[in-house]
């Protein structure tokens, strides 16, 4: 047993959250302890593991959470923040694409671009730095925006070798803020793009803009070294505020409001939709307005590819949003 295992705050949760599968093992040393801050405010309701997991998992669509460690502040053990030991050490967790191989992923909750950190978070940090050395797991210690590909992320901006300077000399370098968001972008292990959307970056870029930016790409099949438009991506769903949006009966493929499912009787609403559907190569038949199988089979395998942590075979809000980005995408 490793020493970071006795650690009397470590939480063993492996195996104990959601999942769907395993990561294969590592095939090469750990050399980096790569350290991450989860950009979730800790007053916010989903700043936990449990929601980390589903997030990682059922919108991600990766096998565990992405970490293998997490410091919990917000669960204090005898003065010192709480460890949760998530995904075996032995494993390559997606957490930092093409390094996942000798990369030890460690996150500590809470968005430090504006929360503070606690003397029960910093005791814990110490405490897990020291045991990971003397076990001798990993040689470096590196913030997520450090590794390669990664500068542009809005990560460990804040410093950790000011925070611990009086008990880790030269744990990490200085903070530095992240660089702007490179106009392309290659495809790491791991990715997605639900991974890669700087939901919480000051660029903004969304999900939708990197479906609408990227007609030829299928996100559900990127491959590692694909390269596709990130930063140039931006506004290319959402239009920028002094554009106006075109109202939808402008549009070609109209779609409609309201959630439609079987044994819904908007009929026009279901031809709308199925046109939709159909000219985006998700075939449900002859657009008769009946919400039928093909209709509901073809929502979900949408789903599937678009919005795999919704998949239900039922048109809504989120469902809209998704179809009426593709269709952009495909100059509709």
Request: glycine share 10%; proline share 5%; with cysteine.
């Amino acid at each position: 047993m490793y020493k970071f295992e006795k650690l009397p705050q470590l939480v063993d949760k492996r195996g104990k959250l959601v999942h769907k599968g395993s990561y294969s093992k590592r095939t090469k040393t750990i050399t980096t302890r790569v350290w991450h801050h989860s950009l979730t405010k800790l007053s916010a309701g989903g700043s936990k593991i449990e929601s980390f997991a589903d997030f990682h998992v059922r919108t991600n669509g990766w096998p565990e959470i992405a970490y293998h460690l997490i410091i919990d502040p917000k669960h204090v053990v005898n003065g010192k923040a709480t460890i949760y030991y998530c995904v075996d050490i032995s494993k390559k967790s997606y957490h930092v694409g093409n390094s996942n191989n000798i990369g030890l992923g460690i996150c500590v909750i809470g968005d430090y671009q504006t929360d503070k950190l606690t003397d029960p978070t910093v005791h814990s940090i110490v405490d897990l730095h020291k045991a990971l050395v003397a076990d001798g797991i990993g040689k470096y210690d590196k913030a997520h925006n450090e590794m390669p590909g990664y500068s542009w992320k809005a990560c460990c901006v804040f410093d950790y070798n000011k925070a611990f300077k009086d008990v880790l000399d030269d744990m990490l370098p200085g903070s530095k803020q992240p660089d702007p968001v490179p106009g392309l972008y290659t495809i790491q292990e791991g990715d997605t793009f639900w991974s890669i959307a700087l939901k919480d970056g000051k660029e903004g870029i969304i999900v939708e803009d990197l479906i609408a930016a990227n007609p030829g790409v299928d996100p559900s099949k990127l491959k590692v070294g694909q390269t596709i438009k990130f930063g140039s991506a931006q506004n290319s769903y959402t239009p920028k505020p002094e554009t106006p949006k075109k109202d939808q009966s402008e549009y070609k493929y109209p779609l409609p409001s309201g959630i439609l499912k079987t044994g819904s009787t908007d009929k026009t609403g279901i031809k709308q939709l199925q046109n939709a559907l159909n000219a985006v190569y998700f075939k449900c038949g002859t657009a008769d307005g009946i919400y039928g199988a093909k209709t509901k089979d073809a929502v979900t395998r949408f789903q599937k590819v678009y919005l795999p942590y919704e998949i239900d075979g039922v048109y809504g809000r989120n469902t809209k949003i998704k179809l009426k980005a593709v269709l952009k995408s495909k100059g509709y």
